[in-house]
C-alpha cells in the first residue's frame, strides 16, 4: 500500500480561526514533508520531519506550525492565516534517503477568506 | 546547488503522436532524478525515478526517459499520446544537505492531447 491520506479535502477558514491539517500513512516511512502549491506552480517545500524531528523548515511564516505526533501521522496548524495563504497544501512520505520515492497525498485545498 | 530547468510550459500533441516533455539537470554530483504527473486537483503521481541503475528508465503508463549525462538532461517520453495522458508534469532533482533531503522541482510542463 503506498496511500497518504490526508483530511480534509477542502477547508474554508477565516483569517481569525485555528484549524488543522492531517496527513496519515502506514507504509513505515521515517520522512513527512508539508509543500504548498500554488495554482499553475510546482510545490514548495515548507516543511521536513525526519524520524519524528523536525529537520527542514523554509523559512515558513509563524501562522503555520507543524507537529508530527508519531512516526505515521503529521499535522499541520494553522492560525491567523492570510488570504495569500490560500493553496493546495500536499503531505508526502518517504524512506528518508535521497533515491527514495516521496509519495504524495491528495492534498488539502484551503481557501482563506 | 542542484536544479532542473524544463523547456517547455506547455506542450500538444495530437492522439496517437510521440510525447516529449524535456528535463535538464544542473548537479555537481551524480543526481537523483524524478518525472511525476499531477492531474487537476490532485496530489502528485510518480511516474518513474533515474538512481543510477540503468541509464533507461521505464515508468507507469508507458512513459519512459533516458539520462544522458553528456546532456545533463532527463527527458520524458511516450511513444503514443491518449487523452488520458494530459495533465501536469514535473521534473524534479533530488537534493540532500546536512539537514535532510528534499526534492527541487522544475516549473512543470502542461500536456494538452487533442483527438
Known amino acids: 500500500d503506498t496511500e497518504v491520506t490526508q483530511t480534509p479535502k477542502h477547508l474554508v477558514m477565516g483569517m481569525t480561526n485555528k484549524k488543522s491539517l492531517k496527513c496519515e500513512q502506514h507504509m513505515g516511512h521515517r520522512a513527512m514533508y508539508w509543500y504548498k502549491q500554488k495554482a499553475k506552480k510546482p510545490p514548495e517545500l515548507m516543511f521536513v520531519?525526519?524520524?519524528?524531528?523536525?529537520?527542514i523548515n523554509e523559512s515558513v511564516p509563524s501562522r503555520f506550525s507543524p507537529e508530527c505526533p508519531n512516526s505515521s501521522l503529521l499535522n499541520l496548524h494553522l492560525h491567523a492565516l492570510q488570504p495569500e495563504d490560500s493553496a493546495l497544501y500536499l503531505c508526502?512520505?518517504?524512506?528518508?534517503?535521497?533515491?527514495?520515492?516521496?509519495?504524495f497525498g491528495p492534498g488539502t485545498r484551503l481557501t482563506v477568506l | 546547488a542542484q536544479s532542473v530547468t524544463q523547456l517547455g510550459s506547455h506542450v500538444s500533441v495530437s492522439e496517437g503522436a510521440l510525447v516529449l516533455l524535456r528535463c535538464n539537470y544542473s548537479s555537481s554530483v551524480p543526481p537523483y532524478l524524478f518525472w511525476y504527473v499531477q492531474y487537476p486537483n490532485q496530489g502528485l503521481q510518480l511516474l518513474l525515478k533515474y538512481t543510477s541503475a540503468a541509464t533507461l528508465v521505464k515508468g507507469i503508463n508507458g512513459f519512459e526517459a533516458e539520462f544522458k549525462k553528456s546532456e545533463t538532461s532527463f527527458h520524458l517520453t511516450k511513444p503514443s499520446a491518449h487523452m488520458s495522458d494530459a495533465a501536469e508534469y514535473f521534473c524534479?532533482?533530488?537534493?540532500?544537505?546536512?539537514?535532510?533531503?528534499?526534492?527541487?522541482f522544475g516549473k512543470g510542463t502542461t500536456l494538452s492531447v487533442s483527438s
Open positions: 520531519y525526519s524520524y519524528e524531528k523536525l529537520s
Open positions: 524534479a532533482v533530488s537534493h540532500t544537505n546536512q539537514a535532510g533531503t528534499a526534492l527541487i
Open positions: 508526502a512520505s518517504s524512506q528518508d534517503g535521497e533515491r527514495d520515492t516521496q509519495y
